[in-house]
């Protein structure tokens, strides 16, 4: 029977955790534009 590779296992899950948070960044910040950019042309209209 073949032993577990816990390393392979590890960095499997970190990359994951890497990617679901960068996402996330991502996600936040086209939230962050999408504000902004709703908020610029109502302050720029007074």
């Known amino acids: 029977m073949a032993k577990p590779n816990y390393q392979f296992e590890k960095r499997?899950?970190?990359l994951a955790k890497k990617k679901k948070k960068e996402e996330k960044r991502l996600r936040k910040q086209a939230e962050k534009d999408?504000?902004?950019t709703a908020d610029?042309?109502?302050?720029s209209s007074q």
């Open 12 to 14: 499997s899950r970190e």
């Open 34 to 36: 999408a504000r902004s």
């Open 40 to 43: 610029a042309p109502v302050s």
